[in-house]
């Protein structure tokens, strides 16, 4: 059973800043390619971010130099850190492996707005 819990979405501002946390069990977490999604109404789920077991990350371009992607391989969380953020990077926020992705969580609502 693979469980994936997102936490620390909100409302801030444009040009604020928020951290996304994912907690991954189920799932051999330190050899996993995790990765960031997120989807905005009447969109396609997108990869924004992913990490490798080792620590080797990639960003969409949209949230290049905004977001940072990190793990913790002992304590088998995901985080986003983003940075300046704007109105269009409102969305619910997904974590999942990258490689064989698994069910979805339930996501963290991120709505950026004045």
């Known amino acids: 059973q693979v469980q994936l819990v997102e936490s620390g979405g909100g409302l801030v501002q444009p040009g604020g800043s928020l951290r996304l946390s994912c907690a991954a069990s189920?799932?051999?977490?330190?050899?996993?390619?995790m990765g960031w999604y997120r989807q905005a109404p009447g969109q396609q789920r997108e990869l924004v971010a992913g990490?490798?077991?080792?620590?080797?990350?990639n960003y969409a371009d949209s949230v290049k130099g905004r977001f940072t992607i990190s793990r913790d391989n002992a304590k088998n969380t995901v985080s986003l850190h983003m940075n300046n953020l704007n109105p269009e990077d409102t969305a619910v926020y997904y974590c999942?492996?990258?490689?064989?992705?698994?069910?979805w969580g339930r996501g963290t609502q991120v709505t950026v707005s004045s």
């Open positions: 999942n492996l990258v490689r064989r992705p698994s069910a």
């Open positions: 189920g799932i051999i977490f330190s050899l996993s390619t």
């Open positions: 990490i490798t077991g080792s620590g080797t990350t």
